[in-house]
């Protein structure tokens, strides 16, 4: 059984931690304040025209903005309003009413942020808040005729990529990777879009654009996007942005579709990142799905040097050796075939001595045994025809040798079945050996143990 060794590498960016635009303020008052925050107060009435409720939203806003703690009440009013008067057409024509209706979300999203300061224990009742402040200043910001319309929006906006940038850190932290992704997304949208209305952004170089975008495309990578990661990863391979893990996603992600593009990508990885564990085993990997048993080994040694004490690395040794030994007995070759036996055997006791309770390495020596006396059936079946006494004594030689062969890898299999009972390649193995032995009450104790599993 070859083992496919894969590592999953996580990623931490508390470096990127930052908070814009928070202001604590009264810790008493901001706390009483954030318990009522989220309740409705106050009624709508249903006759208020559209520019009515835009309005008194932004007379509560306004209120709000004078003293957070005191008029928390006043957000929730705001936020209602603005909810009631996006039902008609009206407002939806209109750039004011984006633009009040971004502001209201921007400081919802303020207002959660300084929440979770204070509470880490505090759950995100609008995760989506900033996604909307920036949904919504855009959409003033098409829809504007006046120059006073782009100025509030690129203002709103100029504070929403902040509520971006801390959308995507906090759902990247608990690896709420899709969330991640897309704020993210926004981020660098947002970023290009205030540039190219020469408005302020936090992001100051494109140093720091690459790095939310390295983010980005990891959370969509690990958040099952990799489609649409996968261009924000070429684009920081092309940009020379320097992480492995670009190299190995890009090999993982094209390996079905675009083989040799995967292959390209993985070679320039090993070539930048020579030490790098992660693609040293995406490299094993590939040659072992290819079959390339014989370059596969030196990898294999270079991975054992720098994690010496990995099972899973010497045991997938212990197999490549294996298949070689078999290989090179078929095709005659004794010498090698020895060479490779004891090489295969070797590597799987390396792997037990790290971990005795290796189930791997133990049901992997009873077969490397099993393997070498079943490699003997061919010829002794040959030799049965020959009944002169030179023919006769061969072949019980080589019979006395594949027992010998089955008994050997016995004890293993007993072990293995020890380790794992719900396994049922070992109580097959069992059942054959018992069998050749003519020990048939053990064959049918092992029968009935392969028929409870269903097997």
Do not use: C
Request: aromatic share 12%; glycine share 4%.
């Amino acid at each position: 059984m070859i083992v496919i060794v894969e590592i999953i590498i996580e990623y931490s960016n508390d470096n990127f931690r930052k908070h814009f635009n928070i202001k604590i303020i009264n810790m008493k008052k901001l706390l009483i304040a954030l318990m009522s925050i989220f309740l409705l107060v106050g009624t709508i009435s249903a006759q208020d025209s559209p520019k009515k409720m835009l309005k008194k939203a932004s007379k509560n806003l306004s209120k709000y903005y004078q003293n957070p703690a005191e008029n928390e009440a006043k957000l929730t009013e705001a936020l209602e309003l603005v909810k009631a008067a996006f039902e008609s057409d009206e407002a939806k024509a209109n750039p004011d009413a984006w633009n009040t209706k971004g502001k209201i979300y921007n400081e919802l999203a303020n207002a959660e942020v300084k929440a979770s300061l204070l509470n880490p224990e505090y759950l995100i009742k609008y995760p989506d808040a900033a996604q909307t402040a920036y949904q919504s200043f855009t959409k003033g910001l098409e829809l504007g005729t006046k120059k006073g319309h782009k100025k509030d929006a690129l203002k709103g906006l100029e504070e929403t990529i902040g509520h971006l940038i801390n959308s995507a850190i906090t759902t990247y932290n608990v690896k709420d990777y899709a969330s991640a992704f897309s704020g993210y997304n926004y981020t660098l949208e947002l970023h290009d879009l205030l540039k190219a209305n020469d408005a302020k952004s936090p992001i100051v170089d494109d140093a720091q654009r690459q790095e939310y975008m390295f983010y980005g495309a990891v959370a969509g990578y690990y958040g099952d996007m990799k489609t649409e990661a996968t261009p924000l990863f070429i684009e920081l391979a092309d940009a020379g942005y320097d992480h492995a893990l670009i190299y190995e996603a890009l090999f993982s992600i094209k390996s079905e579709a675009r083989p040799e593009e995967a292959l390209k990508y993985l070679e320039m990885g090993r070539t930048k990142y020579p030490d790098d564990t992660g693609l040293l085993f995406a490299e094993i990997n590939y040659y072992l799905k290819a079959g390339q048993l014989e370059i596969l080994t030196d990898k294999l040694k270079i991975a054992i040097e720098k994690e010496p004490n990995n099972v899973t690395v010497r045991n997938t040794l212990g197999n490549v050796y294996d298949q070689l030994y078999q290989s090179e007995d078929k095709a005659g070759n004794t010498a090698k075939s020895i060479e490779y036996f004891d090489l295969a055997y070797d590597y799987y006791n390396q792997a037990l001595a790290i971990d005795d309770k290796n189930f791997d390495a133990t049901y992997s020596l009873g077969a490397l045994y099993y393997n070498k006396a079943a490699s003997y059936t061919d010829k002794i079946n040959e030799l049965s025809n020959d009944f002169s006494a030179a023919g006769t004594k061969k072949y019980d030689a080589m019979k006395a040798e594949m027992d010998s062969q089955f008994a050997k890898a016995r004890p293993y299999f007993i072990s293995a079945e020890q380790l794992n009972p719900a396994d049922g390649n070992p109580l097959i193995a069992l059942k054959e050996i018992y069998a050749r032995a003519n020990e048939f009450e053990k064959v049918a104790e092992y029968k009935a143990k392969i028929e409870a599993l269903g097997k």
